[in-house]
């Protein structure tokens, strides 16, 4: 549900006094069957008047977002889902507290999940959401709740939160971030896996938000800030976060006895510094031997094999060969540049350890086969993606491929001075499980299997160039 010009709604005005009318919104959650030419007996907005005044003045889409019943019934039609994802990118700072189509569709949406026989909804992306948007989405009672509603958001274990930040602007409102504690507050009873990054600039910890001075109450919608508690969480992961250490080492001591791995990317820390913050983990462990783990990568060369044409099989021909710096790139030979005697050039991309690294050598063949496919995949995709694997053994290695100038494949976290847009961790068999189309990106995201650091939304386009391996596989 993106934020567009026709999304936000203009000022409901009296057609004879000309003066702004207030809109109490009431949804109608049982909406009767009408008959062909039949009039409804109850008017949707609270009375005719209004409703008229509704119907002149607001757009289609206005009462499309607020047919509750349509959004039930669609949900019931759904009983097996397990995962829904609500997206709401593109809204204006500036316009952040003007009324939207978007808001009341929240709503609506809302009330369905409560009311819709969804036993086997476990998790929930709001990729990305606007800070109002929680409002709308609380699981708390409001408009159309039932007192039994949180029972419905206490099923939700997994959580990825990707939130608008505006905290690069003066005298920005904290009332948004006693709705995002509020939010997680609700689900807190349930939640198993937390995801949470600020789009943007760097916000405060969504989860220490009790401790923020900005966060004292202002008004008596919220009160005190309470210290959240999620006394199921096991896994954790925050991004683009400004945080004091002091936080960190009470949330690890709070949660100790559940917290089984958590990730922190782009912190910022205001005070203090990461031997402060993860000080809980020495005495808990009652050594420093955590602190001994380091990720090791290796460069690896590329190897190039033409291919004869009478045998048919690969042997090396390098001698043959005149490469020239222009063909370099990145460290890696752009293999398209070189002599015309490579009918069929072969990249090391591929790594025994890592079986399903041979996904790698046939996207790359696919991209370097046809330049038009390449310079779209290029358009679309528009990133750097880099994959970090890990096999059976425990060991890792890292491909990536660069849909941003050159639109090829290579090894190591992303070409040489060049900035990865987003990295990909997961294990060597689900990758293989991923390429295949065994498996799905949300589903191993949400399960904890598939990490994502950098931005959520780019990685969403890497799954169709995923596809090429699967296509080239097949031929």
Known sequence: MPHTAETFLPPLLNPVTGEEEVLIYTPQIDCPTLT?????RVPKYGTWELTDHLIKQYSP???AATNVSAFIRAFTATPLLVHLKVSCPGQDHAQRYRRSAVDYALTSLRIAVERAPLMALTSLSLLP?????????RPMLGLGSLPNSRKRWAQIHELAIQMESYFSEPNVKTDQLKILHSFLEGLSPGLVRLLFQWRGSKG????SLDSEVSSEPSNRLFGTLRPLRLSNLKYME???ILIDASQVSTFISRHRRTLKEFDFERVTFRTGDWDEALAPLTKISGSEDWKKKQLEVMDVPCVMIAEDQDSKTRRPNLEKTVI???NKIGGLWRLDLLLPQFETVYMALKNDAFPSSAAFELINSSLASEDAERKDAIKKGNAIF????KNKEGQTESWYIDLKEKGLVGKGTGPEGKKTDVTLSLSDDDFGKLVSGKANAQRLFMSGKLKVKGDVMKATKMEPVLKKAQTKSKL
């Open 129 to 137: 959401i606007h800070p109002m948007g929680l409002f709308y989405l």
């Open 61 to 63: 889409l206005f009462h």
């Open 36 to 40: 062909p030419g039949s009039k409804p």
């Open 324 to 326: 020239s710096e222009e």
């Open 204 to 207: 405060p910890c969504p989860l």
């Open 386 to 389: 880099a994959f970090t694997l």
């Open 238 to 240: 925050l991004e683009n």
